[in-house]
């Protein structure tokens, strides 16, 4: 699948999430559609039957249940050169602005840091590394997942698609930044959002323009 079409078909796949997260209603604190409870496995089909392509997604919460006000993290993923290549987004049902507000606040700065500091010759490391101190400047940590790596085979940092090396970073190259952020002294769950990058000779611009919200009306 071309970097395009795996890109689009991510994007309607996390739509599709908002969209049913968006008709959700909320019964004792739980997410329920057509009165019935809201899974992720539920979630998970929604975003695969919205795409005619080899998309997989995960769905997960703090304790594997859907509720109003706690963060719903959703990575759609696609396959560019057969390598998992994911987008992801949170979103909060009834969300009253309390600590996934800061940590949605904290990824964005992470992806301005980066977006900063990206050019060709600067290592590839510096893209975690930015990301991850402007993660802890909100006093917050990393999800276990890779805060970043290639979009491709053909655009691998490294041998295993790392973006943790100091190889330099040239024109051309495509890179996913996908910081999750966490909160070290209890058990929230987390914030992740994610977007696909291209290096370019003066820096590089995100590839699409999906919401980054936390609400899904606003997809």
């Known amino acids: 699948m071309s970097v395009e079409a795996a890109l689009s078909a991510a994007e309607r796949g ?6 049913r997260l968006a008709e959700a ?7 329920r559609v057509d009165g019935d409870p809201l899974t992720p496995a ?14 997989t997604a995960t769905v997960e919460t703090r304790d594997g249940q859907l509720r109003a ?16 290549t994911p987008l992801s987004r949170t979103f ?3 969300g009253s602005g309390g600590w996934e507000r800061r940590a949605a606040v904290a990824a964005e700065m992470a992806h301005d840091a980066v977006r900063r500091v990206v050019e060709p010759g600067v290592p590839a490391r510096r893209i975690v590394d930015e990301a991850v101190a402007e993660l802890a400047a909100y006093g ?5 997942g890779a805060v970043a790596h290639g979009v491709g085979a053909d655009t691998d940092f490294s041998a295993d698609a790392s973006a943790d090396t100091d190889t330099p970073l040239a ?3 495509r890179f996913v930044l996908d910081p999750a952020a966490v909160a070290p002294d209890a058990d929230r769950g987390a914030v992740r959002i994610g977007a696909w990058y291209a290096v370019t000779e003066s820096g590089c611009r995100p590839l699409g323009d999906l919401s980054t919200s936390l609400s899904p009306e606003a997809y």
């Open 171 to 173: 024109a051309g190259q």
């Open 42 to 55: 539920a979630l998970e089909r929604v975003a695969g039957g919205a795409v005619d392509s080899d998309l």
């Open 14 to 19: 996390l739509v599709a999430v908002a969209a």
């Open 25 to 31: 209603t909320v019964v004792d604190g739980q997410l």
């Open 92 to 94: 909060v049902v009834d």
């Open 69 to 84: 006000g706690e963060p719903v993290v959703v990575a759609a993923d696609p396959r560019v050169d057969g390598a998992p």
């Open 140 to 144: 917050l940590g990393t999800g276990e």
